[in-house]
């Protein structure tokens, strides 16, 4: 199977599952992921993060195949937006409850 075909047959489930047994060694059932499997798995999720999800969040694999990285300023001002547009939290007194 070519590289591509494999990127383009991954579900965003199995995109999930391989990212998160590359961040915790571990498969979804327990079992620890041997060295060729951490390595195979890294590869595939930075495949799929540069060929199909594009994201531009910090730390992940942009479309040019080069890790974005965001300045402590742009990563600030991208939390202080996201805060600025979710529901604020409801606040209580001790003597409210």
């Given at each position: ?66 890790v ?22 409801a ?7």
């Amino acid at each position: 199977m070519q590289v591509e075909q494999l990127v383009a047959a991954m579900t965003p489930q199995v995109f999930n599952n391989l990212r998160q047994a590359v961040e915790t060694g571990k498969w979804p059932d327990g079992k620890a992921l041997s060295d060729e499997q951490k390595e195979n798995a890294m590869q595939a999720v930075l495949l799929y993060q540069a060929k199909v999800q594009q994201s531009g969040e910090h730390m992940t694999i942009g479309k040019d195949g080069e890790v974005v990285q965001k300045s402590r300023q742009e990563l600030q001002q991208e939390l202080k937006q996201a805060s600025s547009n979710e529901t604020p939290i409801a606040r209580f007194k001790q003597d409210d409850i």
